[in-house]
């Protein structure tokens, strides 16, 4: 969905460097999220926020942290990335005014390569 | 423990066919479940979502169905064509869980021409 963008969309790292991966929508929606995908897998959800003074866990936060600058900016760091933490990130947003609240729109993706 | 889950990793079908992709979870809580198509290099798409008071909602060349009672949901594509091709993973949340969807594992949908 163009409405949601993340960059980059490639990033390879070493070992124990710190990364930022960024989220932007337009779509004015309320909440964002973040997921990991790795292959043979579905999404798995590492944190999300409900409005920009409302982070929550999911179910994989560790070794990650978030930022919600703006309603409309959402990040997602690793601290000191790690291989395992090699992985296909989606971001996500979702609308708490309309009645399909719980309908996710994914941005593009970002791949990152932990070396 | 909670899960969703899907019965077929790989699905198969020659264009014009109807195509049905299973999804089955295991949390009677469960009331909201949605479709999504994956595209190489692409983020999911939604398709179409039902409500666990429906038992089927149709859209535009798909139906999704769900059996409460053996918590079974599929979707159902009809003409089947070469652009349906992609992964699709079912999704679950609850009401209390604030938004918060439990995906599947997937299953590849493969047309061919």
């Known amino acids: 969905d163009a409405d949601v963008t993340q960059t980059p969309r490639n990033r390879i790292t070493k070992t124990g460097k710190r990364i930022m991966l960024e989220c932007s929508q337009t779509?004015?929606?309320?909440?964002m999220y973040w997921y990991r995908q790795d292959p043979g897998l579905g999404l798995r959800l590492i944190y999300y926020s409900f409005d920009v003074k409302d982070i929550n866990k999911g179910e994989i936060s560790d070794g990650y942290s978030v930022s919600r600058q703006a309603q409309a900016k959402f990040s997602l760091s690793l601290e000191s990335a790690i291989p395992n933490q090699t992985a296909l990130y989606f971001c996500?947003?979702?609308?708490?005014?309309?009645?399909?609240?719980?309908?996710?729109?994914f941005g593009p993706g970002t791949r990152l390569l932990v070396l | 423990g909670e899960s969703v889950g899907l019965h077929l990793p790989t699905l198969s079908v020659q264009e014009g066919d109807n195509s049905i992709i299973n999804c089955a979870y295991s949390?009677?809580?469960?009331?909201?479940f949605i479709w999504y198509k994956q595209e190489s290099g692409k983020g999911p798409q939604f398709i179409i979502d039902i409500r666990s008071n429906m038992d089927k909602r149709q859209g535009q060349r798909v139906t999704v169905l769900l059996n409460k009672t053996v918590k079974h949901l599929s979707l159902q594509i009809a003409a089947t064509q070469p652009g349906d091709s992609a992964v699709y993973f079912c999704a679950e949340t609850r009401g209390t869980s604030y938004g918060k969807l439990t995906f599947g594992q997937g299953t590849i949908l493969t047309v061919h021409p």
């Open positions: 949390n009677s809580a469960s009331d909201y």
């Open positions: 779509k004015g929606h309320d909440r």
């Open positions: 996500a947003t979702s609308d708490t005014r309309t009645g399909a609240k719980e309908t996710q729109y």
